[in-house]
Structure formats: C-alpha cells, structure tokens
C-alpha cells in the first residue's frame, strides 16, 4: 500500500522549472530512492513532499493513516548545521522535546554509536550524518527523508551510515532516499525513481532497471575478426563495437554461446563483467553517474 503518491507534481521559479510532470509512489516498509545527477530536481520534490516547499501544481497525497505530516514524516536536509557548543545529547533532547510522542533519544543514541557529551564542532563528517539521521527520527516518524545523506564522506563512513539507513528500516520507518551514488542505489534501495531535468525517467527495481540496460552479463573482448554472428545467439542482448573492442550482453550461459561462436585464436583479453545500475543509469539518461 503506498504511504506517499505524487501526481503530476510541478515546481517552477519564474521561467526556471525545477520539477516537470513528476509521478511516483512510496509503498509503506520500503527504502525508494530518488537517484539523478545534481540540480535535476531531487532536492526540490523531497521538499514539496515533506511540506517545506508549495509545489506550482500537482498532488501529494498521504496514505495508511499518514495524517499529521509535520509529526510522521522526519527529514534530513542536504546542507544543514548545529550550534557549535551544542552536544549530542543536548541535540537529541531538544528535538525530542518538539514532538508529543517522540521516540526515546537515548535508545538512537545506542543506534548511531555517538557520545552524547561531544560538542557538535568536534564530529566527524560521518558521525554528523549519524546525528542527522537521530534528529530525524526522535520524533518517532512513519516516513524519513534523507537527502544527499552520504556526500562527502569516505568510504569507511560511507558504509557505516548504509548501515544505519538499513537499521532505519528494520525499525519500521518508511526511507525515502535522495542520491547521486548508483553504488548507494544497488546497495539499499527497494525501488527507484531516475529523474533528469526535473522529470521521472523510470521507476522500477535497481535489478529491473539493469535488466533495461541489457541484464546481468557484459563480456568484454578484443578481435579484429567479424562478429556479426553473436546478434543471431538467443543469449545475446546487444553487440557493441568500438574499433577492435566489442562489448557483448545477454543472459544464461553468455560466456558459453559466444566463445563458442568466435573463432579460436582472434581473441584477446576476454573478461566477463556484471552490468551495473551505472550502465542503467547511463542508458536512461544518456549522461554518466557521479563517482562514489
């Protein structure tokens, strides 16, 4: 059942339009991410979503009892700060102290490993992320909105704070998740939503999506000989060739049927290689991914 649905939502500043026609829904229980390049429009839908920005036209609507936005839906913002002196734990209980029922701050303290004594300014980068995902649920919400949550860190971090997002999860939060990382993407997300100047390109699976872009199964060969006969194997999806390079992808046993269809000796350097929701991302959008 979807807790949020977005209809046709359109945002725009005058002549600019920041969100064109987009449409989407968020099933309780799920993580859904919304994944395109920066300044496509991700920030501002999440924002017209949460209620902090008035769309120009469109419809959001709330779902399975969703009913009191500002209290049941929590976010992280991309770019968003503390009180330098102000602690952890001092942070938490403030927050907590905005909501009528909020969730107990000691227990998020437990889950994102911080000390509550530390003082805002001597966190890390990733330990304020962690920080940010707690003030968004100490109010104990059905649906966290977080943007860009993992920009900036290391790898280290990276993954930690993927951890967390899928605790988040276990917990019984709905996760709408804001991102430009296709490794993110793979890694958490249920489905997604791939946007590009401010519209919805495909909504799908990260698996479904990459069986868009030619499935789980590249070879990747060097030959100067022909290689019109790969198109006619029925495992074969695509041929590519750039020069004497050429891309193979498909399904079942692909390594298989095309060595066994080349002729023995005019290879080299075959390697095999799993499509990736780069590549997916790359075929809707036709622009490259940022690099984690």
Known sequence: MAIISVHNLRKTYGEKVAVDDVSFAVEEGEIFG???????????????????????????????????????????LQDCSLPDKLKVGEALELYASFYPQPADWRALLGEIGLDPRVAFAKLSGGQRQRLSVALALVGNPRVAI?????????????????DLIERVREMGVTVLLVTHFMEEVERLCDRVAVISAGR??????????????????????????????????????????????????GTGDLLVAVVG????????????????????FLALTGTAPASA
């Open 34 to 76: 919304i994944v395109g390049r920066n300044g496509v429009g991700k920030t501002t839908t999440v924002e017209c979503v949460a209620g902090l920005r008035t769309p120009s036209s469109g419809v959001v609507e709330f779902g399975a009892g969703l009913t009191d936005v500002k209290e049941q839906i929590g976010i992280q």
């Open 261 to 280: 269809a080349l002729t023995p000796g005019q290879v080299s350097g075959l390697r095999t290689e799993r499509t990736t929701f780069d590549d997916a």
């Open 200 to 249: 919805v390109l495909a909504v799908d699976t990260p698996d479904g999506l990459i069986e868009r872009a030619g499935g789980g199964q590249r070879i990747v060969f060097h030959t100067t000989g022909p290689v019109d006969a790969l198109t006619t194997l029925p495992e074969v999806t695509t041929v590519q060739r750039n020069g004497d390079e050429v891309v193979v992808t």
């Open 146 to 162: 977080l943007d860009e949550l993992t920009t900036g860190l290391d790898p280290q971090a990276r993954r930690d704070t993927w």
